[in-house]
Every structure is written in C-alpha cells, then in structure tokens.
C-alpha cells in the first residue's frame, strides 16, 4: 500500500486520468474529491462488499433455477416426453 500524506487543496493523480483532491479535513473526517472519466466506477468500500454479495447471491440463484429447469426436463422426457402444454 503507497501512503501519502497531502493537505487540503492538494491532489494525487492516478494513472494520468484520476484526480483525488482532498477538499476538508474536520476531526477525524476527510472530505476527498474524485475527478475521473464516466466509465470508471467509483464505489465507497462498505457499498462495494455490498454489492459483490447481492451478484454472488443473484448468480448462485440463478444457478438454482437451471438445475431445476434441467431436472423438470429430465422428469417430463421419462415421462414421455410431453407437457400439459403439448398435450391435446
């Protein structure tokens, strides 16, 4: 991990594209500004775990819903092959 120390009003650039400027310092609170292209995400920490959970979740459902898809399709082809909607 790189530590800088910086004062309010001065910046570090990342990757010639990505300005952090720190704007205020009050107590034990840093306000920091972010100057960066649109496609580039930008998360705080603790919203960022969120979200990696709610996709690993979302994906692990999904999952889910195809076994039991393939296992439906597996039981109605024992069975003949046709469905309620085939039939006539």
């Known amino acids: 991990m790189l530590v800088l ?5 001065e910046s ?5 594209n990505i ?7 009050k107590q034990e609170q840093v306000k920091i500004g972010i100057i ?5 995400k930008i998360f705080r920490k603790e919203i ?7 996709n ?3 994906a692990s459902s999904t999952d ?7 296992n439906l399709k597996d039981k109605l082809s024992k069975k003949g ?3 309620k909607k085939n039939d006539k």
Request: no cysteine; aromatic share 2%.
């Open 5 to 9: 120390s910086r004062k309010e009003e």
């Open 12 to 16: 570090i650039i990342i990757n010639d």
């Open 19 to 25: 300005e952090i400027k720190i704007i205020g310092v």
């Open 36 to 40: 960066a292209p649109k496609d580039v």
């Open 48 to 54: 960022y775990e969120e979200i990696q959970s709610a």
């Open 56 to 58: 690993i979740a979302a």
């Open 64 to 70: 889910k819903i195809a076994g039991l898809k393939q």
């Open 81 to 83: 092959g046709k469905s």
